[in-house]
């Protein structure tokens, strides 16, 4: 009985630690810890205005379970009424590290649009890394997104 016991809280602990253990999952789109997609900046402002922009709260709108900020509400519209051509690519990860079958921050000032999309990265480093071939990065990060986000 007692070696039943003891074996059941083995069993136990193991299990438990296997669950604690486990990855937790990454949201398709990279968020600030208060949920806000790419660190609040307003994606249609890289194509209107060719830099990157801060939104505001006020002109927010929740997407794909993020919170998207824009700079007006003309740029929210425009975003609602064509998310996927305004939303940049890979969820708003790393273009460059998700080509490399990983997930990383980004830098809203490192970014490119490349045939009519956004892709950013994680600092501006590796955005001239990434500017060097971003035909076969987008290749790459094509074959392995979403799945990175359950590697």
Known sequence: MKSRRALTVVLVLLLSTCFACA???????NVTSEGVAIKGYDPVGYFADGKP???TPEFEYAWHGARWRFSSAGRRDTFINDTEKYAPRYGGYCAYAVSQGKIADIDPDAWTIFEGRLYLNLNKDVQRL?????EGYIQKADKNWPGVLRD
């Open 23 to 29: 990855k937790k999952p990454v949201p398709p789109v």
């Open 53 to 55: 922009l801060r939104g």
């Open 130 to 134: 990434w500017e060097k071939d971003k």
